[in-house]
T-cell receptor, first 116, second 112 residues
Framework: AQSVTQLGSHVSVSEGALVLLRCNYS??????LFWYVQYPNQGLQLLLK??????LVKGINGFEAEFKKSETSFHLTKPSAHMSDAAEYFC??????????????FGTGTRLTIIP | EAQVTQNPRYLITVTGKKLTVTCSQN?????MSWYRQDPGLGLRQIYY???????DKGDVPEGYKVSRKEKRNFPLILESPSPNQTSLYFC???????????FGDGTRLSIL
């Protein structure tokens, strides 16, 4: 069964500082991994996705994530935080069509606060 | 414009009164899904559908029903709502479950 763990329900960083949001997954097959962002009172938007191509994935708004199979991790980073990055971030995993099961599992989310 | 449309956006109702939340997408997507979002629990999948007349349970299906009679529509039915179903609900669609989801704007349900 697939699962996702996001370490840290709240993360605060200063404007201009490195953003690091942690995600560890569990999957019995090579996973499909996603990061989504949710701004207040909105639905979720895709930031980036990993689908077994390059292990370093670049997304929108300067975010990127690195797939590390040995650590079962898919941490999200951004070199320099901006005030507009304040939002809730969700990591998600799917085992894809390999077993005919396209269930998608989300982590519990990390709320990112940017300190001016 | 590519859209997932949910209605209503807000609903306050009472225990036991059947309700339906509609979801429609205009992207010809095969995969559609319902999630509920609760503080501290993230998004949990209720039901998903891989195509017309093909539906399957997610992580928290109890108390919910769905149907997929047409490709574009995927309504969520609460036959006898209870207060523990008070939540923020999202519908999403994609070409496959392993592909990025397009989310609706959410439906906030309050069951008194």
């Amino acid at each position: 069964a697939q699962s996702v763990t996001q370490l840290g329900s709240h993360v605060s960083v200063s404007e201009g500082a490195l953003v690091l949001l942690r995600c560890n997954y569990s999957s019995s097959v090579p996973p499909y991994l996603f990061w989504y962002v949710q701004y207040p009172n909105q639905g979720l938007q895709l930031l980036l996705k990993y689908t077994s191509a390059a292990t370093l994935v670049k997304g929108i708004n300067g975010f990127e994530a690195e797939f590390k199979k040995s650590e079962t991790s898919f941490h999200l980073t951004k070199p320099s935080a901006h005030m507009s990055d304040a939002a809730e971030y969700f990591c998600a995993v799917s085992e894809g069509p390999n077993f005919g099961n396209e269930k998608l599992t989300f982590g519990t989310g990390t709320r990112l606060t940017i300190i001016p | 414009e590519a859209q997932v449309t949910q209605n209503p956006r807000y609903l306050i109702t009472v225990t036991g009164k059947k309700l339906t939340v509609t979801c429609s997408q205009n992207m010809n997507h095969e995969y559609m899904s319902w999630y509920r979002q609760d503080p501290g629990l993230g998004l949990r999948q209720i039901y998903y559908s891989m195509n017309v007349e093909v539906t399957d349970k997610g992580d928290v299906p109890e108390g919910y029903k769905v149907s997929r009679k047409e490709k574009r529509n995927f309504p969520l039915i609460l036959e006898s709502p209870s207060p523990n179903q008070t939540s923020l609900y999202f519908c999403a669609s994609s070409s496959r479950g392993s592909q990025p989801q397009h989310f609706g704007d959410g439906t906030r349900l309050s069951i008194l």
